[in-house]
C-alpha cells in the first residue's frame, strides 16, 4: 500500500532532507567549519578517525548496556515492591523524586572519589539515570489494576500474590517495556556524562579531546555515532515491546 | 432453617467511624436458590451490600452470615460480575473464562491434568450464552454484550453456589440488554444457584427477581420488600401485561418516596 510505503521511508527522507538543509545552509551563509561542520566534513572525520571512533563508540556502548542492564534489573524489582504496597509507595516514593531530582553530573565525582575513574563510574552513572523511569512505570501499572477485577478475585479467595502474577505483572509488562525505551537513552546520556568527565575511554572523552584540538568535526562525528547508538537501541527495545506486549498495542490512533 | 445471605443491621463506613456510613441499620435475608434484586437510588450503597455479602467489606456493627457461616474473610463460594467486564486482555476469551479455576481450589492444583476436561466446561458455558466457538477471541474482538456474557460465564465457570450481579447490564443497548435478560433467567433455572441482582432498571429487576428489596438514600438500608409472584418460566411478553406494569409502577413510587 502507499501510505504504508510512505511510512516506511519517511524516517529515510525526513533524515536525508535534515542533512541536505544543513549543508546547503554551511554553503550558503558560509558558516565556518569550527563554528558548524557541513555534514560533509563530519563524514570526512569518520572516514579519517574511523578506528578510534569505532573503539570509543563500542566503550561506551558496552558501559551503557551494563548500567541499563543493572537498572532494568534493580528498577522491575523496586517496581514491583513499590506496587506491592501502598505503605512501602508512599515511603519511597518521595526519596525517589528527589533523589531523580539530583543532576546526575554532581554525583559523578564522588562516585570517582569511590570507585576511581573510568568504568565503573560510567557504568554507575548510567545506571543511576536510567531506573527511574523502570520504577514508575512497574509501579503504575501495578497501582492501576481495576479495583472491580481485583474483587473479582478476592472473592475466589485470591491471594496478593496470586492477583499480582495472574493480574498485576502481566498488565504492568506494556509500561515495563515502554520505559525501557526511555531508559536506554537516559543511560547513553548517564554514560556520556561520566566518561567526558572522568574517564579515558569512551565517546564522551574522545569528544573532550576533540574539543581540546579543535576539531569540530571529530566531536561532531562523535555526537553523530551518539545518535546512531541510541537509535539503534531505542529501535531494539521498540520491537522487543511490540514483540512481548502486541496484545496491548491496538489502537488506531496514530496510524495516519 | 436460616436464610442462605443474612446482613442483620448491618452499618459500614468506608473512611471509618468518624465518617459518614455508606448503610446504617441494613437488614436483608435471602433464601437458597432465590433470585434477589436490590434497587435504590444511586449511591444509596448497593455495591456496598454485594462487598458486604462476600466479604470484601466488613461491618463495624450488624453481623454477616453466607451458607451458615459468619463472614471473617472473603467467601469462596461467590462469582461475581459488574457493570464493566474487566476481561483480561492479554487472554483468549476461553483462557479468560479459565481464570477462576486458576484460583479456586480443588481446580487449582488439578489445572494441568484436568486443562482439557475445563476448557470444554468453558467452551459449554459460551455455548450456553451464545457464544459458541468464539473462545479463541481476544475480548477487545467482541462487542460490549459479548464481553459482558462472557464475564457472566467467568463468575459462573467454577460452578459456585452465589452469583453477585452489579448492574450488569448497565452499559449495553437495550436490546443486547433484554437478551441477556434471558440468558441470566435461563441460567438461574438450569442450575440451583441464589442470585443477587443490583440495578437500576426497575422493570430488569421485576422480570427477573423472585423478591425486589428497595433500599432508601445514603445511609442505605432496606425500605421495601416486594414479592414478585408472577409464574415462571417468563417470557420477556410478560413485561407488556397490566400486572408486571403495575408492580414496576409500584416500584417507581418507592424508590420516587426513598430519595426525598
Ligand atoms: N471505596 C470507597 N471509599 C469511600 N467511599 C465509598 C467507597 N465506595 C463507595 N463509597 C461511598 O459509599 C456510598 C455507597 O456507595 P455504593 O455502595 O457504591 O453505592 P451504589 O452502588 O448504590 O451506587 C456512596 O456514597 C459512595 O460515595
Ligand atoms: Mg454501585
Request: with cysteine.
Amino acid at each position: 500500500m502507499s501510505s504504508n510505503l510512505a511510512v516506511r521511508l519517511a524516517p529515510w527522507l525526513y533524515t536525508a532532507t535534515l542533512f541536505i538543509v544543513w549543508e546547503a545552509a554551511c554553503r550558503l551563509f558560509k558558516i565556518p567549519t569550527f563554528f558548524l561542520p557541513p555534514p560533509t566534513a563530519i563524514a570526512n572525520a569518520f572516514v579519517e578517525y574511523w578506528t578510534p571512533i569505532y573503539r570509543h563508540s563500542l566503550y561506551t556502548l558496552s558501559t551503557t548496556l551494563i548500567g541499563f542492564g543493572m537498572a532494568v534489573g534493580f528498577g522491575l524489582l523496586l517496581g514491583l515492591v513499590v506496587g506491592w504496597s501502598r505503605s512501602i509507595y508512599a515511603g519511597l516514593y518521595p526519596l525517589m523524586i528527589g533523589f531523580n531530582a539530583i543532576p546526575k553530573v554532581a554525583v559523578v565525582p564522588i562516585l570517582v572519589l569511590w570507585f576511581g575513574i573510568g568504568f565503573v563510574p560510567a557504568v554507575l552513572t548510567a545506571f543511576l539515570i536510567s531506573f527511574f523511569p523502570i520504577v514508575v512505570n512497574v509501579a503504575t501499572g501495578l497501582a492501576t489494576i481495576e479495583p472491580e477485577l481485583e474483587d473479582v478475585l478476592k472473592a475466589l479467595g485470591a491471594s496478593k500474590l496470586d492477583i499480582m502474577r495472574k493480574v498485576g505483572i502481566p498488565r504492568t509488562l506494556p509500561y515495563f517495556f515502554g520505559s525501557l525505551k526511555v531508559a536506554i537513552t537516559l543511560a547513553f546520556v548517564g554514560s556520556v556524562i561520566s566518561e567526558s568527565i572522568a574517564s579515558n575511554y569512551g565517546i564522551g572523552n574522545l569528544m573532550l579531546q576533540a574539543q581540546a584540538q579543535f576539531q569540530v568535526p571529530l566531536i561532531f562525528a562523535g555526537l553523530v555515532a551518539l545518535a546512531v547508538e541510541g537509535i539503534v537501541m531505542y529501535w531494539l527495545m521498540a520491537i522487543l515491546e511490540a514483540r512481548m506486549t502486541g496484545w496491548a498495542q491496538r489502537s488506531g490512533f496514530a496510524q495516519a | 432453617m436460616s436464610a442462605f445471605i443474612t446482613l442483620d443491621g448491618v452499618s459500614h463506613a468506608y473512611g471509618g467511624l468518624t465518617t459518614a456510613p455508606a448503610v446504617e441499620g441494613l437488614s436483608i435475608a435471602i433464601e437458597e436458590g432465590e433470585f434477589a434484586a436490590v434497587v435504590g437510588p444511586s449511591g444509596c450503597g448497593k455495591s456496598t451490600l454485594m462487598k458486604l455479602a462476600t466479604g470484601l467489606q466488613f461491618p463495624f456493627k450488624g453481623s454477616v452470615k453466607v451458607a451458615g457461616e459468619m463472614v471473617t474473610k472473603p467467601v469462596k463460594i461467590a462469582g461475581m460480575a459488574f457493570q464493566a467486564p474487566t476481561l483480561l486482555p492479554w487472554r483468549t476469551t476461553l483462557e479468560n473464562l479459565l481464570l477462576p479455576l486458576e484460583i479456586v481450589e480443588p481446580h487449582r492444583s488439578e489445572m494441568r491434568r484436568r486443562r482439557v476436561e475445563y476448557a470444554a466446561r468453558a467452551e459449554n458455558l459460551l455455548t450456553s450464552v451464545g457464544l459458541r466457538g468464539q473462545g479463541e477471541k481476544y475480548p477487545w474482538e467482541l462487542s460490549g454484550g459479548m464481553q459482558q456474557r462472557t464475564s457472566l460465564c467467568r463468575a459462573l465457570i467454577h460452578e459456585p453456589k452465589l452469583l453477585m450481579l452489579d448492574e450488569p447490564f448497565g452499559a449495553l443497548d437495550a436490546f443486547t440488554r433484554e437478551e441477556l435478560w434471558c440468558v441470566i433467567r435461563d441460567l438461574h433455572a438450569a442450575r440451583k444457584i441464589t442470585i443477587c441482582l443490583v440495578t437500576h432498571d426497575l422493570r430488569e429487576a421485576v422480570f427477573l427477581a423472585d423478591r425486589v428489596f428497595v433500599m432508601s438514600a445514603r445511609p442505605g438500608r432496606v425500605l421495601v420488600e416486594r414479592k414478585i409472584d408472577l409464574p415462571r418460566p417468563r417470557d420477556l411478553d410478560v413485561t407488556f401485561t397490566p400486572e408486571f406494569q403495575d408492580i414496576v409502577q409500584e416500584m417507581r413510587s418507592h424508590i420516587v418516596r426513598a430519595r426525598q
